[in-house]
């Protein structure tokens, strides 16, 4: 048990700077090394608070709300649970049965629902070009708000997903890494392929290779970036993936190979995503409300996806990757071939030989959460958590 | 800081005899002079108990339901805030998934969803006749059910909008009135307009200015209320406002001019609602699922309300104010005219002026909520904030 | 009051052994006799912990799922109450904002929303064969996840209405009966009516049925269960019912009759439910998509209950009864001739006359299902109620 490096931990994260206090998380690569290295940090000692039976119930009452644009299983739990470890009550704004829809501005609409609340999560990544957006709104507003004395403290805007990036994704990737390898500093020099996947589904965000790419730069890795042609990411996020390898002396390369990607590899990270082109006619036929369009789209967007149904995770390509052991990744719900569908991500062998590796990589997405809350809404965490530990409050009352 | 000024409130709040204690707050005009009183200190104490990061969690455990007959964002949320700064878990009791209207009795569904529910939030404001009929249905079944010994404790209705008042928009109105005059003192002889305005949409509750005109009066305002031939307010509201304008020394006058209305006033609180015989047709035709009927009706309505463009509060009409500086209060949203509609209530020029005092106003809602669960809940609400101001109990633990 | 007696009962409930400790609670009939004792005094203790003003509250933090496939607001409520009394937040994971019905196994599913959940409720009640199944499933899921290390802790799943069981019903239904005739030794030899009547509706469950004969067999009752030809219960509820009365020295007798089954009964639970070949044909007909089918179905099952209309619950028959004071028992809702339908389960005097009694039968629901969380995730819930009364944490801080 990590119990009794509780105090060692917290030490280091008295140590960093991580500048996230009264800001928001919306794109990983607008947070600092040091922020990144807190939020990573912080959420490891709440594991081990949990797993200690410590409470690190750190507000006694106060909101985390959340705004889901798109169905969500997982990260609607995750945002729940992580506020709730740390004492907020979780509620949902329907925009279905609120008014949000009807006409109000968004800057009104975060002053409204931010009075009590130290943060609200949003899930919007329909929409390329438009996630971010309302995100980015959602936090100047509030922001403004605060300013102006409206309200008495900064609400945090948390993106729970976007159509650039899914930080509370890919820092508990990252979590999951660290736990799995031992530490940060063995990611350095590690390849990890992060490549397109065949899915007889369309319209998939792109934003799990975009956060993956632009995040796992920055700690030193190889990234490997692998897709059929037309299934380029967003080039903000590729020049943050080549920029950040740069200064971490990690690697960055596209290729259009999954095979080349997976070659040596010691992590892959095979996920299906649409090309950026169909996304934007997409979102043009949602709102000219062309049906019919929105159906031939579909039907061609399959048909080219067709294409490359070859790029499927499967056991003699994980047999090419270092010492035929490579760890397998997915977010989760993976498209498993005669599983979940015909043809899909990956085999059956494969995912079923890495199911509780993926579970597992789940696991962090709430303590990343509530590191995230944590880091945002206390100037200094590591003093919290260490009153907490003095106190040692019991998650159950045995 | 209001902080050293906790004790003095307290003492004052003390004095009250606000009467609400084990009863349900669903009409102002029937809560005591002290209650009135009573419910904005507390709201106020409870501001300053946050401002100051104490917690005023009252509640171990326990329930706040509410029930949404209409779409809500910002009643919605400030019943959940209110509730949590208490202490108090929220949920919805959601009639569409729920057996509600499946052939339940009231009578049954009240007593069901009360054994361990602190308050019950309401808000049905859809059909003249209905809202308060159900609420008042509501609490006294679980007056009943209390009596039997069937519930442990008396579960308070709380109204969240009714088809006859909004008491907590108008006690948080008022709350905002105190705190931008300086006091209940100082809104003696001012002059307070509540004016129809123009909305080209149309079955706005009359709740709003029917709770503005029966609440400003008691505190001895000047109350004005303004609207075009066919917009009257319900009798039973008019006598309220009446009656305690004769009480308070203040005066209630109706007149149908905007400009006679605002010249002079110290506040305008410009807002569109439907004519009664309007919201009472479409009653019936909604009861007799005559679609047909209803288009034509809005069709009716709306043409109706075109008549009345010019009752938009503009900058013209703002300088015929007090100094021409009259505050503007709005409950939100509006309808801005040439933001979210060509032409609507109020211009953008105005309106953006006052933005943040519209969202000041809202700010005090989640308080005055608490105040009434405080008030109705327990026998002496200043004993009970006296004893978490001494052990001061922290909102935060940093 | 009932407060001089918690240390007696606390003791009391240290001495069963109730084998419950990270068990789930599915079928009644698969709790061992002092796990059904442990649950109904564990839910007596928290009533008085209640009543006396006492906060049972044993988790910090930490989460009540529910997955509702049935419309709910009894139960829905009680899993909240109950969860809320101890300190959980509840949450619904709700399958149509969710991603459950996209492609995920369920296996994946249990393990997602397990990480920080202390248990997860289940009603699945529709489909015969089915609701039982899916919440083995999620149990066996949610075990493995646990044993594979990546559940920190062992989950619980509790039943809250399967096709084979209510569990949360017939606990609460004998919870009831223990406080109505002075603890469960009382019971023994008493009659019990478990009877049909008619409704104008059809497709509801037998889970209430079979809960109630499979239940009250246990405690020494004459469980007498009624119902017309062709209404049988599931074969194996009634194989526990008849093996349950030979062990504990009660009876249990099907009759076609329910003058048979009121003649002399203590208590009469008259209610309706579906034949099982119609619950088989329906689940058939959903899956196929065939709403004519349906609509034949709906149609030949009601026209096949009319048959039975005279099987009503009325004052001639109540006569009958033990002194003609028999006990009526509903779950509610009732269908009460002349009130919620033309001609139903019960005439209105009667129902009118127990109405606070059925009320009082609810009010158990939430303590049970408190009971059930204690007895699952405790090791020794008494002395974790031991503990608390030492501690006297009170519900509401006056």
Chains 1, 2, 3 share one sequence.
């Not at 329909?126 to 507003?141: D, I």
């Not at 997976?262 to 036929?285: C, N, Q």
Request: net charge negative; charged share 25%.
């Amino acid at each position: 048990m990590s119990y009794d490096q509780l105090p060692l931990k917290i030490a280091l994260l008295a140590g960093l700077d991580a500048g996230l206090f009264e800001r928001d998380v919306l794109l990983s690569w607008h947070v600092s090394e040091p922020g990144i290295r807190a939020v990573l940090l912080a959420s490891e000692l709440l594991e081990d608070f949990t797993r200690a039976g410590l409470s690190p119930r750190l507000f006694d009452s106060g909101l985390g709300l959340s705004i889901f644009r798109d169905k969500s299983t997982r990260t609607r739990y995750a945002f729940r649970a992580g506020c709730n470890l740390l004492g907020l009550m979780t509620e949902e704004v329907d925009e279905s049965t609120s008014q949000i829809a009807h006409g109000e501005t968004v800057r009104e609409t975060a002053t409204m629902i931010s009075f009590l609340t130290e943060v609200v999560g949003i899930r919007d990544d329909m929409f390329l070009g438009e996630g971010h957006r309302f995100q980015q709104e959602m936090a100047v507003s509030i922001e403004d708000s605060h300013r102006a004395g409206v309200l008495m403290h900064r609400t945090a805007v948390l993106n729970l997903q976007s159509d650039l990036d899914h930080p509370t994704q890919s820092l508990a990737d990252l979590r999951h890494l660290t736990a799995h390898f031992g530490g940060l500093e063995r990611l350095r020099g590690k390849k990890i392929a992060m490549t397109w996947a065949y899915s007889p589904s369309y319209g998939k965000p792109l934003s799990v290779p975009q956060g993956i790419i632009a995040l796992m730069t920055r700690v030193g890795m190889d990234v490997v970036l692998a897709h059929p042609p037309g299934y380029e990411l967003v080039g903000e996020t590729l020049d943050a993936a080549r920029g950040f390898a740069v200064q971490s002396g990690g690697r960055f390369s596209v290729v259009n190979s999954m095979a080349d990607a997976f070659d040596g590899a010691d992590i892959v990270y095979p996920k299906s995503w649409a090309p950026m082109s169909v996304m934007h006619r997409r979102t043009e036929l949602l709102r000219a409300g062309d049906t019919p369009g929105l159906a031939a789209l579909e039907r061609e967007a399959l048909d080219n996806n067709a294409r490359f149904k070859d790029w499927e995770c499967t056991e003699p390509l994980m047999k090419t990757t270092k010492a035929g052991r490579a760890l397998y990744m997915h977010c989760l719900p993976a498209d498993v071939s005669g599983v979940s569908c015909a043809a899909g991500e990956v085999s059956a062998s494969v995912f079923n030989r890495y199911r509780h590796d993926t579970y597992r990589e789940a696991s962090y997405k709430p303590f990343v959460i509530a590191a995230m809350i944590l880091a945002t809404r206390f100037r200094d965490p590591a003093a919290v958590l260490d009153r907490c530990l003095q106190v040692s409050p019991s998650r159950r009352h045995e």
